[in-house]
């Protein structure tokens, strides 16, 4: 059998980024603008076309055994006044979960149950140091209150896989926005 060889990442806490960089994921607003409330706010916006976040992949095989793993990273800023988000995803193999390690900044990570039942929610705090499970059967999604970028190490299995379809057609069942100068859930309007 071919031995997969031990390897180091590093997290560069001055220039915000891991290094080396693997698989380097962006995502400008342009590629998720339709997930925003504010579509005013949004086409503003495009003129710049703002990076949103952008994620580190380890190269590691997408095979039962191994753990992938990378460094996820949320600019500050929101879009009207909803934070700066992820789009969001569940695992292709939804009975797989995830830690997610917070190394930098202060955000939210929302949850909605995938399971055959009606869909519930949760959401926890995310700030340096917080060790968030994302358990199986659960859609995530994360997003940056703070003024600095939100970053954290997210670590499940080989095989996971991912699913964003759903959530790109119906989104999450809240939102956070920001009111009164706080971050708040609220329902979402749109949710299908
Ligand atoms: C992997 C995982 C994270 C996200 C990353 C970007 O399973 O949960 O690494 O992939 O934070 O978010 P999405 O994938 O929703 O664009
Ligand atoms: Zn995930």
């Not at 071919?2 to 960089?21: A, C």
């Not at 149950?113 to 995310?126: I, K, N, R, W, Y």
């Not at 994302?134 to 970053?151: K, S």
């Amino acid at each position: 059998m071919e031995l997969f060889r031990p390897i180091n990442s590093y997290y560069d806490f001055e220039n915000i980024k891991m290094v080396p960089e693997g698989d380097l994921i962006t995502r400008n607003l342009s590629d998720m603008d339709w997930m925003y409330q504010d579509q005013e706010a949004v086409q503003e916006l495009l003129k710049e076309d703002p990076q949103i976040y952008r994620y580190y992949n380890v190269d590691i095989p997408e095979e039962e055994g191994h753990l992938q793993h990378c460094i996820s990273i949320i600019n500050p800023g929101k879009v009207g006044n909803e934070y700066n988000m992820t789009k969001g995803h569940f695992h292709e193999i939804k009975g797989t979960a995830e830690i997610y390690y917070t190394i930098q900044g202060e955000g939210m990570l929302f949850m909605q149950s995938v399971t055959d039942g009606e869909p519930e929610f949760e959401a926890l705090e995310m700030k340096k140091g917080t060790l968030s499970y994302v358990p199986p059967y659960w859609a995530h999604r994360t997003i940056n209150t703070g003024e600095e970028p939100l970053a954290f190490i997210g670590i499940y299995p080989g095989e996971a896989g991912h699913v964003y379809g759903e959530i790109e057609a119906k989104g999450f069942m809240k939102l956070l926005i920001e009111k009164d100068g706080e971050p708040t859930i609220i329902d979402n309007p749109n949710y299908k």
